[in-house]
């Protein structure tokens, strides 16, 4: 009887990586390119908005709140515009909440209510000049409009934000109010505040 030839395991092991590794990088490296890609990408327009965020009045708070956004920007100014508003808008709701709530408490003095109710109504113009100034940037230039006469708009609302908030914040001068009080509504306002200066200086960037 002729000799026997026997394949050991190690061989065929051997042989079935070789077989199915071209295989296994057909399917695999279509997927790692498109993960590098949008890697790639993504900090590319996390840089673009931090970029534009070192232009502003502070640019850290800036690059905070809207560098989640990065892959809806990409590098589109008016989107940044655009989602800087929104969260400005987002804020200001916000300290709008935290100060109806402080108003509701019933260990307020006299005086203190007085100063929380007028900045309820400073908070709540500035809603209003907020929501004017998204719906406009939303639709700038759409239907043939002055693109300038609306920008113009958006920056005479948004300016008026800032003065509004001022206004709360400028209210506890003289006033004898609770530090617990004073802290919490001046924290929600002056962020609310920050973030509408941000907006303000993205804004006088764009170019159209």
Known sequence: MG?????????????ALTFLLPILLLIFMPNMHTA?????????????????CNTTTYPLICYKSLSSYASKVKSDPHKLCTYALSVTLKAAKNASSVVSKLYKNTGLT???????????DNIKDSIDELKQSVSSMS?????????????????????AVITDDATCTDGFDGVKVSTAVETAIKNSIVNAARLASNALSLIDSLIY
């Open 139 to 159: 639709n700038l230039g759409v239907s043939g409009s002055d693109v300038q006469l609306q920008l113009d708009d958006i920056k005479t609302w948004v300016s």
């Open 110 to 120: 006299p005086s203190e209510k007085g100063v929380v109710k007028d900045c309820i």
């Open 3 to 15: 000799a026997q030839t026997f394949t050991t395991p190690t061989s065929n092991s051997h042989n």
């Open 36 to 52: 590098l890609a949008t890697s790639s990408s993504s900090q590319t327009y996390k840089t673009y908005v931090k970029t534009a």
